[in-house]
């Protein structure tokens, strides 16, 4: 969450919706102008893989860290899958259904019973009206 809430503050994002589950992040973004040529979401993998490995580390999880071991040479663990989907928006529709889509992953991935319950999730900020984040910008303010 510390991520999204710079990418945003540092206008370098604006995010429309997101969907933080285990193996990957599902996010609605756009790149702000002065970033449209810059790898966010790399900056965004790498920052949040290091602070889970700090994390497991300082909280004497360490051992944990053995189911992400890398077979890549240039890291020593791996917590998100490799080549993740980027989708474009093309159109008003296609925006609309897209946080419907990414709402339901927790529940298909068997992490709550109905996507309102999971915590990671824009999805109080649609359904609910409830901005727990402070940082979601919604779709329809620039599609």
């Given at each position: 969450?510390?991520?999204?809430?710079?990418?945003?503050?540092?206008?370098?994002?604006?995010?429309?919706?997101?969907?933080?589950?285990?193996?990957?992040?599902?996010?609605?973004?756009?790149?702000?102008?002065?970033?449209?040529?810059?790898?966010?979401?790399?900056?965004?993998?790498?920052?949040?893989?290091?602070?889970?490995?700090?994390?497991?580390?300082?909280?004497?999880?360490?051992?944990?860290?053995?189911?992400?071991?890398?077979?890549?040479?240039?890291?020593?663990?791996?917590?998100?899958?490799?080549?993740?989907?980027k989708?474009?928006?093309?159109?008003?529709?296609?925006?609309?259904?897209?946080?419907?889509?990414?709402?339901?992953?927790?529940?298909?991935?068997?992490?709550c019973?109905?996507?309102?319950?999971?915590?990671?999730?824009?999805?109080?900020y649609?359904?609910?009206?409830?901005?727990?984040?402070?940082?979601?910008?919604?779709?329809?303010?620039?599609?």
């Open positions: 969450m510390e991520s999204l809430r710079f990418l945003t503050s540092e206008n370098r994002i604006r995010i429309y919706g997101f969907v933080l589950i285990p193996n990957r992040p599902h996010l609605l973004r756009c790149k702000q102008d002065a970033w449209v040529s810059k790898n966010i979401q790399q900056v965004f993998l790498k920052y949040t893989a290091k602070q889970t490995k700090f994390n497991l580390i300082d909280s004497g999880n360490e051992q944990e860290l053995e189911k992400y071991v890398s077979t890549q040479q240039d890291r020593s663990c791996h917590f998100w899958e490799r080549r993740p989907y989708a474009t928006m093309h159109n008003r529709k296609t925006a609309e259904q897209t946080p419907d889509y990414m709402h339901l992953n927790p529940v298909k991935a068997g992490l019973e109905f996507s309102a319950d999971y915590k990671y999730s824009s999805e109080k649609y359904e609910l009206n409830e901005d727990n984040w402070g940082f979601i910008t919604h779709y329809a303010e620039h599609i």
